[in-house]
T-cell receptor, first 110, second 115 residues
Framework: GIQVEQSPPDLILQEGANSTLRCNFS?????LQWFHQNPWGQLINLFY???GTKQNGRLSATTVATERYSLLYISSSQTTDSGVYFC????????????FGDGTTLTVKP | DTEVTQTPKHLVMGMTNKKSLKCEQH?????MYWYKQKAKKPPELMFV???????INESVPSRFSPECPNSSLLNLHLHALQPEDSALYLC??????????????FGPGTRLTVT
């Protein structure tokens, strides 16, 4: 099956800093999502981005499908950005099955 | 409205109990999912329902029994669970067209403890 690798596994920032999270995948995908899991376990949708670039406030994401990676940018980080960031992909032959990366744990210190 | 609701929020059950987890969405989505998440791990897919029919079972033990009574509801019936089944159980839903899923929306999860 498809392999999804996220980096870095852990990231510690001071409030106000910028960061880039990466998601590499081993096969062509037809769906890619970025999620933020808060300390209570809720998975919050950040981006649905199988290709191209999107922005939402301080967050933006870029997926280069031909090179099999996606990037999540967080600017001017806040303590509320802390949590685990997951990317999840699906491939056309297994359209209903999402495969998650292991996540990046972000800690933003005041 | 992009809300998926799950009940209960927390559940403690013994190994001989029978219990059910419930999930509901009113977004008109026709695909619904159950995931299991252990601590410090990513969610793992268990089941997928598409148009109220089971389309994917990821070799889940029979002590977990899914049910989709209608397009808005998804249940997970639990029986004779083991302590290692303790986890966060997440429900999700999405639009789907010709089997291709679109953006998934997750519920808040049920934290299950098996004693």
């Amino acid at each position: 099956g498809i392999q999804v690798e996220q980096s870095p596994p852990d990231l510690i920032l001071q409030e106000g800093a910028n960061s880039t999270l990466r998601c590499n995948f081993s096969d062509s995908v037809n769906n890619l999502q970025w999620f933020h899991q808060n300390p209570w376990g809720q998975l919050i949708n950040l981006f649905y981005i199988p290709s191209g670039t999107k922005q939402n406030g301080r967050l933006s994401a870029t997926t280069v499908a031909t090179e099999r990676y996606s990037l999540l940018y967080i600017s001017s980080s806040q303590t509320t950005d802390s949590g685990v960031y997951f990317c999840a992909v699906t491939t056309r032959p297994n359209a209903g099955k999402s495969t998650f990366g292991d996540g990046t744990t972000l800690t933003v210190k005041p | 409205d992009t809300e998926v609701t799950q009940t209960p929020k927390h559940l403690v059950m013994g190994m001989t109990n029978k219990k059910s987890l419930k999930c509901e969405q009113h977004m008109g989505h026709r695909a619904m999912y159950w995931y299991k998440q252990k601590a410090k791990k990513p969610p793992e897919l268990m089941f997928v329902y598409s148009y109220e029919k089971l389309s994917i079972n990821e070799s889940v033990p029979s002590r977990f029994s899914p049910e989709c009574p209608n397009s808005s509801l998804l249940n997970l019936h639990l029986h004779a669970l083991q302590p290692e089944d303790s986890a966060l159980y997440l429900c999700a839903s999405s639009q789907t067209q010709t089997g291709v899923p679109y953006e998934q929306y997750f519920g808040p999860g049920t934290r299950l403890t098996v004693t």
